[in-house]
């Protein structure tokens, strides 16, 4: 291959990549939202058990962002609990949902398909609203990760946005968690900086 030809391929790969990077395979429902509200809707994760002064990653992340994040997190919340309370989100105008629920089923061995049932239904109630979904994912096991693939399976089908697995790297480390499944703040500054990047991106 000659010069010139490497040189041609190599702008056609640049001109595809560029392409690709501007325009995703998948589109983000809703967005750009013209919603007034950011919130988080879950668990004990997102209602922050573990930190302390406002060392939550709710909190961390309105910081970051310079706007209000109206924190839904309820101790203990399966998706079906999480389901049961979607009409909270009726007080508000949500532009942008983070999403975090799930840990809890694996916890109590919900079936794998009622957790992934709840979460689409939730998922189309809050896009129904006209508001950006940020998908959250959990680990669904301590070996194999069988959440993985349905929280992907699941962004990709209802397109959301989506941070894979927030917890990763954090569990079992003494130096990020306050116990067995709840970070401190530490950790919980960690899952901000994870969230910042697709959460910045949506406000835009």
């Keep these: 291959m000659n010069i010139r030809k490497l040189i041609i391929i190599l702008i056609i790969v640049a001109a595809v990549s560029t392409v690709i990077y501007f325009f995703p395979k998948n589109k983000i429902a809703n967005y750009p939202s013209d919603g007034n509200d950011i919130i988080a809707y879950g668990d004990s994760l997102v209602q922050g058990v ?3 002064n406002f060392g939550d990653f709710v909190s961390l992340l309105s910081k970051k962002i310079g ?3 109206i924190n839904l997190g309820h101790s203990g919340d399966t998706t079906a609990d999480g389901l049961a309370r979607i009409d909270e989100l009726d007080k508000y105008k949500p532009k942008v949902v983070l999403l975090l629920l799930g840990g809890n ?3 109590k061995k919900i079936p794998q398909n009622e957790t992934e049932n709840n979460l689409i239904k939730m998922i189309k109630n809050i896009q129904a609203r006209g508001a950006i979904v940020l998908l959250l994912g959990v680990r669904g096991g301590l070996l194999n990760d069988r959440f993985e693939s349905m929280y ?3 962004s990709n089908k209802y ?3 989506y941070v894979s697995d927030i917890l990763k790297g954090l569990v ?4 990020y968690m306050s116990d067995a499944i709840h970070p ?3 950790g919980y500054n960690l899952i901000a900086e994870k969230v910042y990047p697709s959460l910045i991106k949506l406000l835009k």
Aim: charged fraction near 25%; proline fraction near 5%.
């Design 159 to 161: 397109d959301t946005a």
């Design 105 to 107: 089923d694996y916890l």
């Design 67 to 69: 706007k209000p994040i």
């Design 184 to 186: 401190n703040n530490t």
């Design 50 to 52: 573990g930190s302390t």
């Design 172 to 175: 079992f480390d003494t130096k």
């Design 152 to 154: 992907s399976d699941l």
